[in-house]
């Protein structure tokens, strides 16, 4: 069965520091994606980045980027100069099957200024 | 271009009551999502519409919950009758492809 684990529960920056996220994660898929959403307050989720498992290159969006170890199955988020606006639940999703996808349990990101 | 759009934003009810919930999705998008998330976890899904068909209901509590996508666009979630641990926000996604567009969700309490 497919599974997806976020073991940091909160996470805790200064401003403009840099922080990794991490996400493991099993799936029978073999081409696949992978994605990490955020969740600010309003509850609405917002796609952050997404990574082509069959692509050996990191996916980055501005001051996100992802370590992505496929044989490891690991996939971390890495925000780099982190920002008030970046303080939300951060969760990593992967494929269950055709356009589904199971998500973590979320990391809380605390930034500080 | 507009995003998906969910009613209502917060609902109230006592348990043994049915409770619907509405979504519009993304102009175009073929599928549609319907995910519960309860305080401190990730969203689980709950059913998946492919245009008007249903693709997955495997963890649709189908004793309580119903969900329907009639004309394959706009899609209502109820639930009847209503338990504590049905307090959870709801949320509503729409695809194209592979990235799922969510609405801003309906927070459910129970008491």
């Known amino acids: 069965a497919q599974t997806v684990t976020q073991s940091q529960p909160e996470m805790s920056v200064q401003e403009a520091e840099t922080v990794t996220l991490s996400c493991t994660y099993d799936t029978s898929e073999s081409d696949y994606y992978l994605f990490w959403y955020k969740q600010p307050p309003s509850r609405q989720m917002i796609l952050v980045i997404r990574q082509e498992a069959y692509k050996q290159q990191n996916a980055t969006e501005n001051r996100f980027s992802v370590n992505f170890q496929k044989a490891a199955k690991s996939f971390s988020l890495k925000i780099s100069d982190s920002q008030l606006g970046d303080a939300a639940m951060y969760f990593c999703a992967c494929p269950s099957g055709t356009y589904k996808y199971i998500f973590g349990t979320g990391t809380r990101l605390k930034v500080l200024a | 271009e507009a995003g998906v759009a969910q009613s209502p934003r917060y609902k109230i009810i006592e348990k043994r009551q049915s409770v619907a919930f509405w979504c519009n999705p993304i102009s175009g998008h073929a599928t549609l999502y319907w995910y519960q998330q309860i305080l401190g976890q990730g969203p689980k899904l709950l059913i998946q519409f492919q245009n008007n068909g249903v693709v997955d209901d495997s963890q649709l509590p189908k004793d309580r919950f119903s969900a329907e996508r009639l004309k394959g666009v706009d899609s209502t979630l109820k639930i009847q009758p209503a338990k504590l641990e049905d307090s959870a926000v709801y949320l509503c996604?729409?695809?194209?492809?592979?990235?799922?567009?969510f609405g801003p969700g309906t927070r459910l309490t129970v008491l």
């Open positions: 996604a729409s695809s194209q492809s592979l990235e799922q567009f």
